[in-house]
């Protein structure tokens, strides 16, 4: 173990030794003590893009953290139990629709608004990666059950995170659960796991085919994966080492939502000469390339994250997406306060 695990991990007793008994020794079934402290935010690493910038100084407070993303047989339950209907299930609202599209788009035809959700599809080729259009696809039927289409299942995929849920399904499942999504700052101070100042989740070493850390892209994207990881999309939850507290999969596999809005210049609003403390994010979201779209966080990175394309599977990196979509590299966890 390094030094700083080692002092990571002293920290994580530190605090737990001044929590009631009940709160250290039992935390909510399938979620992690998280102790709190301060931290660098934001990288410069090489890899990194201008909305990881400036690093900056935050402190969050003690919280729990789903030890994993929120599998398919977990939102099944929440199904059952409330008979929730997920955005992807549902007829497309033109009058949301065209509020993030530009003033005199025609409405699109009626089959154009069935129920489905943005599906991946390799190309088989070599293509430019500036137009995402060229391996994502409207697919009419795919949901949360059917993640690649109507003929697809999630039967042999229990313990797979869900996805194809929009923010607004992670939010009621988060109400139903009795639990909330995490804001970015407590998701990147989860993620780094009590490593300071490290570009991965697992510390520096460098991204491994013979032991792979993390379900990402291997190969040429998005015409190849040689699957050395194991998978082409998702891959069970707790398949890879869990990080230095205890989570699994803070590092690929699937983007996970998070609570705040998504501003590209969020960090260079914050005033660096001072500790940002438990930041909910902006009050409203900003991005010049999408300026009608309002967009909620994600984190972490998918399956799809490849050095040649986006290497969001940092724990610096940082997505928005609108909250009303979909997709089959996204799922989200959830948090508890410590009381």
């Given at each position: 173990m390094s030094k700083k695990s080692l002092a990571a991990l002293t920290c994580s007793m530190l605090f737990i030794s001044h929590v009631s008994g009940d709160e250290a020794s039992k935390p909510p079934a399938g979620m992690v003590l998280i102790p709190g402290g301060t931290f660098l935010m934001g990288s410069d690493h090489p890899l990194s893009r201008p909305d990881e910038r400036p690093r900056h100084q935050v402190k969050v407070d003690a919280f729990y953290l789903d030890e994993t993303e929120v599998t398919n047989l977990q939102f099944k339950k929440f199904i059952d139990a409330t008979g929730y209907v997920t955005t992807a299930e549902r007829p497309v609202n033109w009058e949301e629709l065209k509020k993030q599209v530009p003033p005199g788009t025609p409405k699109?035809?009626?089959?154009?608004?069935l129920p489905g959700s943005m599906v991946f599809q390799s190309p088989g080729r070599t293509v430019p990666?500036?137009?995402?259009?060229r391996w994502w696809r409207w697919t009419h039927g795919a949901d949360w059950q059917h993640p690649e289409g109507p003929e697809s299942s999630i039967k042999d995929r229990m313990d797979h995170p869900v996805i194809q849920v929009s923010w607004?399904?992670?939010?009621?499942?988060c109400k139903w659960a009795k639990k909330r999504l995490p804001t970015e700052a407590e998701w990147e101070f989860a993620a780094r796991g009590g490593l300071?100042?490290?570009p991965f989740v697992w510390g520096d070493a460098p991204l491994s085919n013979e032991t792979p850390q993390a379900n990402i892209w291997q190969g040429k994207f998005p015409a190849q994966n040689t699957k050395q990881d194991g998978y082409?999309?998702?891959?069970?939850?707790?398949?890879y080492a869990a990080n230095g507290y205890g989570l699994y999969d803070m590092s690929g596999n699937v983007w996970e939502w998070c609570s705040d809005w998504y501003r590209l210049d969020t960090y260079a609003l914050r005033d660096a000469s001072k500790v940002t403390v438990n930041p909910a994010g902006p009050d409203k979201p900003f991005d010049p390339r999408r300026p009608l779209m309002p967009q909620r966080l994600q984190r972490g990175g998918s399956f799809l994250c490849n050095d040649t394309y986006c290497s969001s599977y940092r724990p610096a990196?940082?997505?928005g997406c609108s909250p009303d979509t979909g997709m089959s590299h996204v799922g989200f966890r959830c948090v508890m306060p410590v009381k």
């Open positions: 699109p035809p009626a089959e154009a608004l990666l500036n137009d995402i259009r607004d399904d992670a939010q009621a499942y300071e100042d490290k082409v999309r998702t891959a069970p939850v707790k398949n990196a940082r997505m």
